[in-house]
């Protein structure tokens, strides 16, 4: 069985002298009774959906179905190619990634939920953009998407991933740490140092709260997977430069969950607080549903 804490992830990953990508992919194995390439062939069909939800709203401009949200990602894209960014092509083509896929998921097309469909442009923003960068191959992010999973079983196991629980630090906030544990590792990190990774990121986010506008996972749900995106990249460099997290992963991820739990009802995916009750968030709420129901 998986185990139940960071602690012991570590501790088994060095007892073994393995990664946690490995430790999953082994455990994936053992649960599920298939063969090694039967799993990462399993994990190879979510990259490719994963290529194709990240570059898709990039290629041509793809609206919701709610007309809230849409042509950002083909918009930053074209922003990128004037080499005239201040952060960098690098950053600001992951930040299209991040959007692409969370536009294709408001227009109803295939993404992964990665942990969640909410939170589903993080991590193949990173994980493609850091692939890239590093010339790393498929098989190497298939790796990477195998270690994000095994970070993202500790957390469910001891906190949540969903808005409606845990305010949007457990969606998007978990996304990212995966993504971040997730690079770290393909950066030749420690399962110590990828868990440092996704515990800085995950206090970076601490008490977000889960807002929708119209209760539709749009706005500002499209804009914080490019934040996501941002902490877990930034957060690789940081830990790979030797920057540790005082406070450890689990006792973070436990943070994460009382803070959760704290959170009152209306920031808790109701959208009956936070930026959803907002005055131009009521009448765009207005305005959708008055035009679905004269249809
Ligand atoms: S705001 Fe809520 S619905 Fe939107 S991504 Fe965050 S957790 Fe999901």
Redesign the pocket.
């Given at each position: 069985m998986f185990v139940s804490s960071g602690t012991e992830l570590i501790d088994i990953c060095k007892k073994e002298d393995i990664t946690i990508g490995e430790y999953t992919i082994r455990e994936e194995m053992a649960r599920s009774e298939l063969s090694r390439e039967d799993v990462e062939s399993r994990m190879r069909k979510n990259l490719h959906v994963m290529l194709s939800s990240s570059s898709l709203a990039q290629e041509k401009e793809v609206k919701s179905v709610s007309g809230l949200i849409g042509g950002d990602a083909f918009r930053i894209r074209k922003y990128a190619e004037n080499n005239n960014t201040l952060t960098g092509d690098f950053m600001v083509r992951a930040m299209a990634r991040a959007i692409s896929s969370s536009e294709v998921n408001a227009a109803m097309g295939r993404i992964v939920a990665s942990p969640?469909a909410?939170?589903c442009g993080i991590l193949p923003a990173v994980i493609i953009s850091a692939a890239e960068r590093l010339n790393k191959t498929e098989d190497d992010m298939i790796n990477s998407l195998f270690t994000a999973s095994g970070v993202g079983i500790i957390i469910a196991k001891n906190a949540t991933l969903a808005?409606a629980e845990g305010?949007?630090q457990a969606?998007?906030g978990s996304a990212a740490a995966m993504g971040a544990a997730a690079v770290v590792e393909m950066m030749g990190g420690t399962p110590e140092q990828a868990l440092n990774a996704a515990a800085i990121v995950l206090k970076n986010i601490l008490g977000l709260v889960?807002?929708?506008v119209a209760g539709l996972?749009e706005v500002?749900?499209a804009k914080?997977n490019i934040a996501g995106a941002v902490s877990a990249l930034t957060t690789a460099d940081l830990v790979m430069a030797g920057v540790a997290s005082k406070i450890p992963f689990d006792e973070v991820v436990w943070a994460m969950y009382k803070v959760g739990r704290q959170l009152p009802t209306e920031l808790r995916?109701t959208a009956q607080g936070g930026i959803a009750i907002t005055p131009t968030a009521q009448k765009l709420k207005d305005e959708i549903f008055k035009e679905k129901n004269t249809l």
């Open positions: 969640t909410g939170s808005g305010g949007c969606e998007c889960c807002d929708p996972v500002p749900c914080r995916e």
